[in-house]
């Protein structure tokens, strides 16, 4: 394959950052706590979902169609998998994404199918190509589509949430835009094309109502199902319905980064790099992970999260191959290598503390919930950073799954 000139100048042309990051280190490290957690959740067939600061044991979940974090601890061992190419890794991998399965066979419960299946499943099939985990991800891509409506030209995120009337009459959220991509997947391995014009059509319109002007988003649109209209933005895990929460804005990077790998299409390219900037731009100065909110009037006494900085480390490192702009690639290299080296200090890895790999995320400050915490899918998007950063080192493509 002929890789792009961004990659080859970026392979080539290491940055002085790179020194700071010693990436064989971080992921032995990773390998260390992932051990540490197995020893620490085996056999009681649940998934590890938070630590929180004042404990040193994680917090299991059930398998449970409305618990929308199962599918991070199976891909974060099928990361960890890829790194060490050990038997024992692949087996643990396998098995947990296997306790997956009840799910597999359900109805639409909402739009979190995606992270459920293709964190888990997706790496499953990619490191494997074992024939039943791609029917799994086809099936689920199906399901997820379900959920789809055309006048509005979105998926409904929460069912449940305009059943009780508190996001109705539709409604859909940022995070969502991060379930396209099994949708992108599934149309391009074997399933039905029309999920490539769902998942198109889902990031144009988000990308016409969900943003404010300078590219911040709203975490939750309202839409009227009947006519298509936008309603309004609101906010469910933010501060406030115009601040900028700091994970929503991550899965904006995230979404419209692969949005644009999977169309080439240069709008998608262009909003990526909008979405990226204001992000960038509202960072404290010469640090690389947010706090919670952008917008929080507490700061600089509010909690961080770890988990938007390792979002967008990894979306950059992609977005950063992907670009046609010589300049914009290297500034989202960089910058994608110092939020890792801020991630990889004592100041946010769990190390001896915790078997997690990552202190510090925030996970719904205004339930109170997960504050400060080590969270699951810190872990799962910090990994899969550190493995896209040694792919880039060693000069090969992570554009792509
Ligand atoms: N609702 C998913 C998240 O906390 O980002």
Redesign the pocket.
């Known amino acids: 394959m002929v890789l792009p000139l961004a990659i080859l100048l970026l392979s080539s042309c290491k940055e002085k950052k790179d020194n700071l990051l010693d990436v064989d280190k971080e992921l032995s490290y990773c390998e260390t706590q992932i051990h540490k957690s197995i020893a620490d959740i085996s056999g009681k067939n649940m998934m590890p979902r938070n630590i929180m600061d004042s404990l040193n044991h994680w917090k299991l979940v059930p398998i449970e169609i409305s618990e929308?974090t199962v599918g991070f601890w199976p891909g974060t061992l099928w990361y960890n998998y890829e790194n060490t190419k050990n038997t024992d890794d692949l087996e643990t991998a396998t098995h947990y994404t296997d306790l997956l399965k009840p799910l597999t066979t359900l109805s639409a419960y909402d739009h979190d199918l995606g992270f459920q299946i293709f964190c888990s499943y997706g790496n499953g099939y990619r490191l494997t190509g074992r024939e039943d985990y791609k029917q799994i991800i086809l099936n689920a891509a199906d399901t997820l589509a379900t959920l789809f409506n055309p006048k509005v030209g979105t998926i409904l995120s929460w069912p449940r949430e305009v059943d009780n009337g508190r996001f109705a009459p539709f409604n859909t959220?940022m995070?969502n835009m991060i379930n396209l991509e099994m949708l992108y997947w599934a149309a391009k391995n074997g399933g039905n094309k029309k999920l490539y014009d769902i998942a198109t059509k889902h990031a144009e319109t988000t990308m016409n109502h969900h943003f404010r002007e300078d590219g911040g988003c709203y975490h939750v649109a309202l839409y009227n199902p009947e006519t298509g209209d936008f309603i309004k933005g609101v906010t469910h895990?933010g501060y406030a319905d115009r601040s900028l929460w700091a994970?929503?804005q991550a899965?904006a990077i995230y979404g419209y980064t692969f949005v644009y790998r999977e169309t080439q299409d240069k709008r998608f390219l262009r909003f990526a790099e909008k979405v990226t900037d204001l992000y960038l731009s509202r960072l404290p100065k010469g640090e690389y992970i947010p706090f919670w909110d952008f917008d929080d009037p507490a700061i600089p006494n509010a909690p961080r999260d770890a988990s938007a900085a390792a979002v967008v480390a990894s979306a950059l490192l992609e977005l950063s191959q992907l670009e046609d702009n010589t300049d914009k690639a290297k500034e989202y290299k960089e910058a994608a290598t110092n939020m890792l080296i801020e991630l990889s200090s004592d100041k946010y890895q769990s190390r001896e503390t915790k078997p997690s790999l990552l202190l510090h995320s925030t996970?719904?400050w205004p339930n109170g919930s997960e504050i400060d915490a080590s969270i699951n899918?810190a872990d799962y998007y910090y990994i899969e950073a550190l493995t896209r950063y040694k792919k880039m080192l060693n000069g090969k493509s992570v554009i792509g799954y």
Request: charged share 20%; aromatic share 30%; proline share 0%.
């Open positions: 929308w959220i995070d895990q994970r929503g899965w996970g719904h899918y």
